[in-house]
């Protein structure tokens, strides 16, 4: 009986078709295990750093956990929905506060949303043209995203002071930005800034895939720049700012370190959102089952409302399709 060539597959002994080589288990591994191998230490830190934490801050809400309890937080009494309750009476102190703090947050995410696609949106239709500099510019428009979030913050912290910070001087007044009802649009003019460059990166390579064809022809029949943005680049931007708008909401509404850094412990009334207010209960008044009932509650709210967005966009597009 003559041996198989290399690489060629054994012949049936009956002379019949040849027949497949059985895979050894190391070759079954590599070839149908390695993806999930290598998405393993993901999965690992995804469950470490965030499922873990996730489900301990839920089981935190039902216990009575203050800094009576923090050394062993375990054996704190179960406080049932008491915590949730507290924090929907709206009627009591706690529950105004957090109400007062979510009215704020959703003003301040409106406006800085808003703000930043406006300028991102208007920043990559400029960037669309030919002209000498237009590399230097995008570089600039881009350095507020490329720049770590502390620093950024501290250096407008420092250019809101008061005394000697550099908006004043140009302005020339004495205002408080930092404390009292400036203090909101200090955190949403802080916000914008470093927001509004991603919307600009995103707006941007989503303008790449219109076709030029189409400015042309509506150029020919007479369509002027405001109507060619209106009749051509929105409606094919569409799908970019379906999912641009969801980002930035959830990046806005939660925002911890800005009015951190501008701020630090305990912000304005004015600026208090709800993601410094939280932090304040547990770690100020060191009611940490009332921060993380509220932290839930923050958490079932975000996933109504994207749940909700998701499903009138999707709506939408179909009914844009069919």
């Known amino acids: 009986m003559k041996a198989p060539a290399a690489g060629e597959a054994p012949s049936s002994p009956a002379g ?11 070759d079954r591994i590599r070839r149908g295990g390695l ?6 230490p993901a999965l690992v830190l995804e469950l ?3 499922l873990v934490p996730m489900v301990v801050g839920i089981v935190m809400a039902f216990k009575e956990l203050t800094q009576f309890y923090i050394r062993d937080w375990g054996n704190a ?5 008491e915590n949730f309750r507290l924090a929907v009476d709206f009627d009591a102190p706690i529950g105004a506060d957090l109400l007062h703090s979510f009215w704020v947050t959703c003003s301040f995410t409106v406006l800085a949303v808003g703000f930043s696609w406006l300028f991102g949106v ?16 995008r570089a600039v428009f881009l350095t507020p995203y490329a ?7 501290i250096t407008w912290a420092f250019m809101f002071q008061r005394d000697n910070g550099l908006v004043n001087s140009v302005l020339g007044g004495d205002s408080f930005w930092l404390i009292g009802d400036n203090s909101f649009w200090a955190l949403t003019i802080v916000a914008v800034w470093k927001t509004w460059p991603f919307a600009f990166l995103m707006l941007m390579a989503g303008l790449q895939n219109i076709p030029k064809e189409l400015y042309e022809a509506a150029a020919i029949d007479g369509a002027g720049i405001w109507q060619q943005i209106r009749r051509i680049t929105l409606p094919s931007l569409a799908p970019v700012n379906q999912v641009l708008v969801l980002v930035l909401f959830l ?11 501008l701020f630090g412990k305990g ?3 004015a600026a208090d959102l709800v993601s410094i207010h939280i932090y304040d209960s547990s770690f100020i008044t060191w009611n940490f089952g009332s921060g993380s009932a509220m932290s839930v509650l923050l958490l079932l709210f975000l996933l109504l409302v994207t749940a909700v967005y998701l499903l009138f966009t999707s709506r939408g597009r179909r009914g844009a399709d069919a």
């Not at 993806?35 to 393993?40: D, I, N």
């Not at 720049?147 to 913050?153: G, I, K, R, S």
Request: proline residues 13%; hydrophobic residues 50%.
């Open 35 to 40: 993806p999930y191998l290598l998405l393993l």
């Open 48 to 50: 470490v750093i965030h």
């Open 122 to 137: 208007s920043a990559a239709i400029l960037m669309q043209e030919n002209f000498r500099g237009r590399g230097v510019l």
């Open 147 to 153: 720049l770590p979030a502390y620093a950024a913050v």
């Open 267 to 269: 912000a304005p009334e």
């Open 251 to 261: 990046w806005t509404f939660n925002d911890f370190n800005t009015p951190f850094l």
């Open 77 to 81: 009494p179960w406080a049932g929905l």
């Open 16 to 26: 019949g078709p040849p027949r497949r080589r059985r895979l050894r288990i190391p």
